[in-house]
């Protein structure tokens, strides 16, 4: 058995870089095309750092990014810049891993209109497919990770296909009262159930507002599990 008291370290499978490609930008010229795709794969480079602190449980990481996203300047054509300002600015000032998860999910979602609305094309890549062994709480783990990916993807893309993998995945969690050998077993047994129910609903949610909401709580069940036991995951 796995004991949860001690720190573990869960090696996750990443996504690949996100490659965007403005197709819909009335008005821009081609340099524009470029300033705002590059402020595109920044403002990735920052939101994935604040998903990630929130994860992780780690509120402290979450303000710096977070207080970049809110401040930084950008494009005149950059569609939506206050809106994410407003939610990047929420998840610095946070005072909780609820507040912060649920400023990402609502970031996510902001994203995504605006590609959808502005005719822009983004694609992740990832590098292979979720481990199919759930009998081990390392692959378990790694599952969850896989599906907050695929499901971040189908927030900021956006994409139903990428966005019921992901719940699909969340929706099967297993996590068997043997895997935890402390007095939180209750706590996170409890965690795990409400981890299913979301991915259920995920699975059949069809609008981006009520898909983000879940989102948020996805993260923030993530980060109170990792606070509670003291795991962490770690990108390879």
């Keep these: 058995m796995i004991s949860l008291l001690r720190p573990v370290s869960i090696l996750v499978f990443t996504l690949a870089p996100m490659l965007v490609m403005p197709l819909g930008l009335a008005g821009a010229s081609e340099d524009t095309y470029s300033e705002i795709a590059e402020h595109m794969h920044e403002h990735l480079d920052q939101v994935s750092t604040i998903k990630a602190a929130v994860i992780a449980g780690?509120?402290?990481?979450?303000?710096?990014?977070?207080?970049?996203?809110?401040?930084?300047?950008?494009?005149?054509?950059?569609?939506?810049?206050?809106?994410?300002?407003?939610?990047?600015?929420?998840?610095?000032?946070?005072?909780?891993?609820?507040?912060?998860?649920?400023?990402?999910?609502?970031?996510?979602?902001?994203c995504g209109e605006c590609h959808q609305a502005s005719g822009v094309e983004v694609t992740f890549g990832y590098s292979q497919p979720p481990p199919q062994d759930i009998q081990s709480l390392?692959?378990?783990?790694?599952?969850?990770?896989?599906?907050?990916?695929?499901m971040w993807t189908g927030l900021i893309a956006p994409s139903d296909v990428a966005w019921k993998q992901g719940a699909d995945i969340l929706a099967e969690v297993q996590l068997a009262p043997s895997d935890i050998t402390d007095e939180r077993q209750t706590q996170i047994s409890n965690l795990m159930q409400r981890l299913r129910v979301v991915g259920e609903q995920a699975s059949q949610a069809t609008s981006i507002e009520l898909r983000s909401g879940l989102y948020g709580e996805f993260l923030s069940l993530c980060a109170t599990c990792h606070r509670l036991t003291g795991a962490f995951p770690v990108a390879r």
């Design 138 to 150: 390392m692959t378990q783990m790694q599952r969850h990770l896989w599906a907050a990916d695929r």
């Design 58 to 110: 780690r509120l402290e990481d979450v303000r710096k990014p977070a207080d970049w996203l809110a401040t930084h300047e950008e494009p005149a054509l950059l569609p939506s810049v206050e809106e994410i300002r407003r939610y990047a600015s929420r998840a610095a000032s946070a005072e909780n891993l609820i507040t912060a998860a649920a400023a990402v999910g609502e970031i996510a979602r902001t």
